[in-house]
């Protein structure tokens, strides 16, 4: 009489030792794969080791088991099941029983670092269009160094000594004068008996007019 010698039938394998294997075949290190999938490094092993414990419950793991599934080129729907089957005892078919999972374990340093490089390069663009209309329509710099304030003189001229911005247009009593590429600028005006007032006034292209005003007294 023959004699049969039991053999145990090889188990169904599980979506994680598929996932292994698949990946293994591949020659990918897992830690390429969290960065390319942009998933923690600890749930694509808790994925492998069909640890559920370690992995968020609900829509956010299954997730993770598809994105890793579609990234080896296997069936994430044939996998899905064997996820369903694995995990029933942990209702992960509701959507509202996943694990809160910690905010630190949220955050993507690279993400935040670069969001807020934009900000601040947003914020520095919009001082220096804030700090370039400024100058634009701002009045320009004016100084009169001669003559002083209420000047006494028994002369018939006066020689105006000053300085404005290069790029602004000077006048004095609405009569424009050159000044040179300094800024610097000099001009001699007749003067009559009595009070005489003299209106210096700078003004670039768009920008405000500053004015200063000198009253002379010739006896």
């Known amino acids: 009489m023959p004699v049969f010698t039991p ?6 394998e599980t979506f994680g030792e598929k996932l292994r294997q698949k990946r293994h075949f591949k020659k990918i290190n897992i830690e390429d794969v969290a960065k390319i999938l942009s998933i923690r490094t600890e749930y694509l092993i808790a994925l492998e080791d069909g640890n559920f414990d370690k992995l968020p419950n609900g829509l956010y793991g299954k997730n993770f088991l598809k994105q ?4 080896l080129g296997l069936n994430s729907a ?14 992960t078919d509701d959507p509202f ?27 520095i663009c919009f001082l220096y269009l804030i700090f370039y209309f400024k100058k634009i329509f701002s009045p320009p710099k004016l100084t009169i160094s001669q003559p002083t304030k209420n000047l006494l003189t ?3 001229s006066l020689e105006i000594i000053g300085w404005a911005e290069p790029e602004a ?4 009593n609405n009569e424009n ?5 300094n800024g610097y600028f000099s001009q001699i005006v007749n003067l009559k008996k009595g009070l005489n007032n003299l209106i210096i006034t700078a003004k670039k292209k768009y920008s405000q007019t500053q004015t200063i005003t000198r009253e002379i007294l010739v006896e």
Do not use: C, G, M, T
Request: net charge positive; glycine share 0%; hydrophobic share 45%.
């Open 177 to 181: 004068i050159l000044n040179n590429r």
């Open 7 to 12: 053999k145990k039938l090889p188990l169904e």
């Open 154 to 156: 028994s002369s018939s």
């Open 97 to 123: 029983s996943q694990k809160i999972v910690k905010a630190h374990k949220l955050i993507v340093f690279p993400k935040i670092i670069r969001n807020i490089l934009f900000v601040l390069a947003v914020l």
């Open 169 to 172: 247009e000077i006048k004095i």
């Open 78 to 91: 044939e996998l899905l099941k064997n996820w369903n089957d694995q995990s029933s005892k942990y209702n």
């Open 68 to 71: 890793y599934a579609n990234f």
